[in-house]
C-alpha cells in the first residue's frame, strides 16, 4: 500500500513567531501531521528564529540588503524553499510582499494570516485601523496569497469583539488568540487535500 509522505512546511517570518510557535504545538503534539524544513526570516533579530533554534529547526536569515529588488529576493527564496523539498509556504507574520516569482513558483500553496476581517483593513496596522473605524467586531484571516496586499482567496476566518477600553495591544492579543487555535486547523486542511479554490471562493470538504 502506498503511503503518503509527510509534507514538507517552511514558515516566513519577520518577528516575534507566536503563530510559528503554534505550528510547532500542534506538530509536536502530533495535531498536524508536517515537517518544519525552514524557517527563514527576512530580520536579523526575529525572535521566531530563537524558537526554530530551541526546537531543532533549520533556520536562516535572508536579508534584503543584499539584492537590489524584490523578484531578484524572491528568486533566492524560491531557491531555498526548493533546496529544502518544501510543499507549502506558510506566512507567519512575515512583513514583505512577494512578487510573482514566489507566486508563481507555489501555486495555491502559499498561506497568509492576517489580523482583521478581509477585506476590511489590509496591510500594516490592522488592528490599529480596526479601532479607529469603530468597528464592534474584528478577528483575523487566513487565505491564499495572490499578487496582491492580502487580497488572496480566503480560507477561513475567525471573529472577537472589539471592546470600547480596547487599545492595540488587548485587541492584538485577544485576535492572536484565535490564530494561534485556527492556523494549525488551516494547515491540516491543506496538508489532508480538503481545500480547492474556484474563482475566489474555497471549497472545504468536509
Ligand atoms: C500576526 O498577528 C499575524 O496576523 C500578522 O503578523 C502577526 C505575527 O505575529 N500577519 P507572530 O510573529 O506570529 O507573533
Known amino acids: 500500500m502506498a503511503t503518503t509522505a509527510t509534507k514538507k512546511l517552511a514558515v516566513l517570518v519577520s518577528g516575534s513567531g507566536t503563530n510559528l510557535q503554534s505550528i510547532i504545538d500542534a506538530i509536536e503534539a502530533k495535531e498536524l501531521d508536517a515537517t518544519i ?8 533579530d526575529a525572535f521566531a528564529l530563537t524558537r526554530a533554534e530551541r526546537h531543532g529547526i533549520a533556520n536562516q ?5 543584499a539584492f537590489s529588488n524584490r523578484r531578484e529576493y524572491d528568486a533566492a527564496l524560491v531557491a531555498l524553499l526548493q533546496q529544502h523539498e518544501v510543499d507549502l509556504v506558510v506566512l507567519a507574520g512575515y512583513m514583505r510582499i512577494l512578487s510573482d ?7 495555491n500553496a502559499i498561506i497568509n494570516i492576517h489580523p482583521a476581517l478581509l477585506p476590511s483593513f489590509p496591510g500594516l496596522h490592522a488592528q490599529q485601523q480596526a479601532l479607529d473605524y469603530g468597528v464592534r467586531f474584528s478577528g483575523c484571516t487566513i487565505h491564499f496569497v495572490d499578487g496582491g496586499t492580502d487580497t488572496g482567496p480566503i480560507i477561513q476566518q475567525a471573529v472577537v469583539p472589539v471592546l ?6 488587548t485587541l492584538s492579543a485577544r485576535i492572536q488568540k484565535e490564530e494561534h487555535r485556527l492556523y494549525p486547523q488551516v494547515l491540516k ?3 489532508t487535500g480538503k481545500l480547492s479554490i474556484s474563482g475566489r471562493n474555497v471549497l472545504i470538504q468536509p
Do not use: E, F, K
Open 164 to 169: 470600547q477600553d480596547d487599545t492595540v495591544g
Open 61 to 65: 536569515i535572508l536579508s534584503a540588503s
Open 189 to 191: 486542511l491543506w496538508l
Open 101 to 107: 516569482v514566489m507566486i508563481s513558483a507555489y501555486p
Open 37 to 44: 524544513a525552514v524557517v527563514i526570516s527576512n530580520t536579523h
